[in-house]
Every structure is written in C-alpha cells, then in structure tokens.
C-alpha cells in the first residue's frame, strides 16, 4: 500500500518512533488529536464539495476531473502536439512580409517602414525590426 510514497514500514517506524518519544501515557491523547485533525479536514474537504456543487449548479456533476489534473500533462507532449500541427489557414494565406507586418503589430511593436499596423508591406520594402529588443 503506497499513498504518495507513505509505505507500511515507513508509517511502522513512524508508529514505533512515536511510542519511544511519546510514551504510553501520552500516545493516546495524541492518537486521538490526530484523529480529530484527520476528520476535521475531511470535513472541510466535503464542505468545500457542497459548497463548489451550491455555488455551480447542475454543472459541477459535469465536469470532467481528470481533465483538469495537471499531473496528466507533458510539457514535452504539448510542444510536440503544436509543433507537428499544421498551419492555420490566416497563416498560410499571408505574404511572409504580411506575417512580419502582422507579427510586430499583435506583439505591440513600432512598425517602422509601413504606412499604418496591420497594413501590408510593400514589394521590396524591409520588415519592421527592432534593434533595442535583441
């Protein structure tokens, strides 16, 4: 039995470590301490159960909780999963002028050398580049 590494014998020692230090007057009191700590977390826990599926209605009983855990993500998955996607439509459509011109305004740059954002280059005229920013 392992619970996020807690074994038998690591909770064993534990339990003997704890009669040596303790002693067998005060083991109880404090078995039962750590008893009531144990319900009482249990019972926040439910009680922010109850209150999650008050406060969101019918909906809490449809979300999907594995989904959500982030243990299930790759961060080597996700960038493999974007990088081998193919491009957009928008992207593929554009110059690759017209990307640059459109990449420097959606990140908020100047675009130096284009009559106004979002506007298309020119044939022939350089793409906005930024000096300061490398």
């Not at 554009?94 to 100047?110: F, H, K, N, Q």
Request: glycine share 8%; hydrophobic share 40%; proline share 10%.
């Amino acid at each position: 039995m392992s619970l996020s590494g807690l074994t038998f014998d690591k909770l064993l020692i534990v339990g003997v470590l704890a009669v040596f230090l303790l002693g067998p007057d005060r083991l109880p009191v404090y078995a039962s301490k750590l008893a009531q700590l144990v319900k009482s977390v249990k019972n926040m826990a439910n009680g922010a159960k109850e209150r999650m599926r008050s406060e969101m209605g019918p909906e809490f009983d449809d979300v999907e909780w594995q989904k959500l855990d982030p243990r299930q993500y790759d961060p080597r998955r996700i960038i493999r999963d974007a990088l081998l996607d193919p491009p957009s439509q928008t992207t593929t459509s554009m110059a690759p002028a017209a990307m640059a011109t459109a990449g420097a305004v959606s990140a908020g740059l100047p675009s130096r050398g284009s009559p106004s954002p979002g506007v298309p280059l020119a044939a022939g005229e350089v793409a906005p580049y930024d000096s300061e920013a490398t």
